[in-house]
C-alpha cells in the first residue's frame, strides 16, 4: 500500500513539473511575439516617417478617366500643400470634395507605395447641351447680363460653363442649345434628351419659354409639342417617323408641324404666297 501512495505522489509531482514547464513556455512565446509585434511596428513606424513618403509635387499623383478636364485642372481642384505625407492624406475625403465638384460624377482616391503618390479615377460630367434662361435679345450690355448660360449633362445637372472653358479654351462646346427655366424643364430633361438621343431627327434648339408649348427647332423645321409630359418619347418617336417629310414637302413652305397630339399630327404650310 506505500508502495502505491509513494508512486501516485511520484506522479503527481512529474505533472506539476510538466506544467510549470508549459507555463514557462507560454510566457517565453508571449514575450517573443511582444518583441516581434514591437519591432515590426516601430520599423513600419519608422518606414513611414522616411522623407521617401513623402508627395513633394503634383507629379506625384496620376490621374484617370478624364478627357474634358486637363490633369493640371485635376490637381488644383485636390486642394493639397507640398511636401505632404502619404500617411497624413485622406483618399477617402479628397474623393468626396473632388465628387462635389459640378464637373465630376464619381472620384475615388487610392495611396500607392511604390512610387509614393496618389491614384485618382474620375468620370466626368459629359455636357450634352448649352443651356441659356433666355433668348438673347439686343446688344447692350444691359441684356447680356440677364441671360445665363451654362452647360446641362444627360440628368439635368447645371454645370458653369466655365468650369471646362477656363482649362481649355479651346473645348468643343455641345451644338445643341436650350432655352428656358432650368426649374421648369429639369423634370422633362432626362426624359426628353434620352428620346432625342434615339431618334435620327437632328435637332438643333430646344425652347422652353413657353410652359404651354415646347419648340424644337430641327432639320424638318419647327416643332410644337405642346406643354410637357409623359408622352415627350411618344412625341418624339412620331417626329423620327416624319424623318422623310422634306422629300414630300418643300421645307420653306412648313410654317410648323404640329405634334400636340401625337395620335393626330398636323403639318401647318405657310400661308404666304410663293
Known amino acids: 500500500m506505500a508502495g502505491i501512495i ?3 505522489r511520484s506522479d ?18 508571449t514575450i517573443w511575439q511582444t518583441i516581434t509585434v514591437s519591432s515590426l511596428a516601430g520599423g513600419l513606424l519608422w518606414i513611414a516617417t522616411q522623407p521617401i513618403w513623402v508627395l513633394t509635387t503634383p507629379k506625384d499623383i496620376e490621374v484617370y478617366g478624364n478627357h ?15 511636401p505632404q505625407s502619404l500617411w497624413r492624406i485622406e483618399p477617402h475625403k479628397i474623393a468626396e470634395s473632388l465628387k462635389q465638384q459640378p464637373t465630376i460624377a464619381q472620384a475615388t482616391v487610392s495611396r500607392r507605395l511604390f512610387p509614393p503618390g496618389l491614384i485618382v479615377q474620375i468620370q466626368e460630367r459629359v455636357p450634352v ?17 440677364k441671360v445665363s448660360v451654362g452647360l446641362l449633362d444627360a440628368n439635368g445637372v447645371w454645370i458653369p460653363i466655365e468650369k471646362y472653358t477656363s482649362g481649355d479654351p479651346n473645348l468643343q462646346l455641345p451644338s445643341l442649345k436650350v432655352f428656358g427655366s432650368l426649374e421648369q424643364y429639369r423634370p422633362y ?30 432639320e424638318l423645321g419647327n416643332i410644337h409639342l405642346g406643354a410637357p409630359s409623359s408622352l415627350l418619347p411618344e412625341k418624339i418617336k412620331v417626329m423620327t417617323q416624319m424623318r422623310n417629310l422634306p422629300a414630300q414637302l418643300n421645307p420653306t413652305q412648313i410654317e410648323y408641324i404640329d405634334l400636340k397630339n401625337p395620335d393626330f399630327p ?9
Do not use: C
Not at 129 to 145: L, P, Y
Not at 189 to 216: C, G, M, R
Not at 267 to 272: L, P, S, T
Open 189 to 218: 430633361w432626362t426624359q426628353l434628351y434620352h428620346a432625342l438621343s434615339q431618334s435620327s431627327v437632328n435637332v438643333k434648339e430646344i425652347d422652353f419659354q413657353d410652359p404651354t408649348n415646347l419648340i424644337l427647332e430641327t
Open 129 to 145: 447641351a448649352i443651356a441659356q434662361s433666355r433668348r438673347e435679345k439686343g446688344n447692350t450690355d444691359s441684356a447680356h447680363k
Open 12 to 29: 503527481l509531482e512529474g505533472r506539476r513539473k510538466k506544467l510549470r514547464q508549459k507555463r514557462q513556455m507560454k510566457i517565453i512565446q
Open 266 to 274: 398636323l403639318v401647318q404650310m405657310n400661308q404666304k404666297k410663293q
Open 68 to 82: 474634358l478636364l486637363s490633369r493640371e485642372t485635376i490637381h488644383s481642384l485636390l486642394v493639397l500643400a507640398y
Open 6 to 8: 509513494s508512486v501516485s
